[in-house]
């Protein structure tokens, strides 16, 4: 699935350590646009899993810039709640606003 929106909030990164010993990261974004019901702001938070990954957004996002998120929508059960996370794989700047050094996408 694909949104597009303007960044408006960049979480700081998460960093722990699995059970198994491995060492993860992961960082929440939020983008906004006006697609709501008679145009008002919906808001959408993201999450981003993996070091390469977090590093790359950081190095290439900002808060304000309009960007086109690329995402999985994934739901899990704990205890017999239900959580859903919007796990973004690919994120985009919209044209018109890419400087040259932004030119590669971020990942």
């Given at each position: ?8 909030v960049i979480?700081?990164?998460q ?9 993860w990261?992961?960082?929440t974004?939020?983008?906004?646009n ?8 919906q808001i959408?938070a993201?999450?981003?899993f993996?070091?390469d ?20 929508i994934?739901?899990k059960?704990?205890?017999g709640?239900y959580y859903?996370?919007?796990s973004?794989?690919?994120?985009l700047?919209i ?7 932004d ?5």
């Amino acid at each position: 699935m694909e949104l597009k929106g303007e960044i408006k909030v960049i979480l700081d990164t998460q960093e722990g350590t699995s059970a198994a010993g491995k060492e993860w990261k992961k960082l929440t974004f939020v983008i906004s646009n006006n697609d709501g019901y008679e145009g008002r702001e919906q808001i959408f938070a993201f999450d981003i899993f993996g070091a390469d990954k977090v590093d790359k957004f950081l190095q290439h996002n900002e808060v304000g810039k309009k960007v086109e998120v690329s995402y999985n929508i994934e739901s899990k059960e704990y205890n017999g709640k239900y959580y859903t996370n919007l796990s973004a794989w690919k994120v985009l700047a919209i044209e018109g606003q890419v400087k040259e050094e932004d030119a590669e996408p971020p990942f």
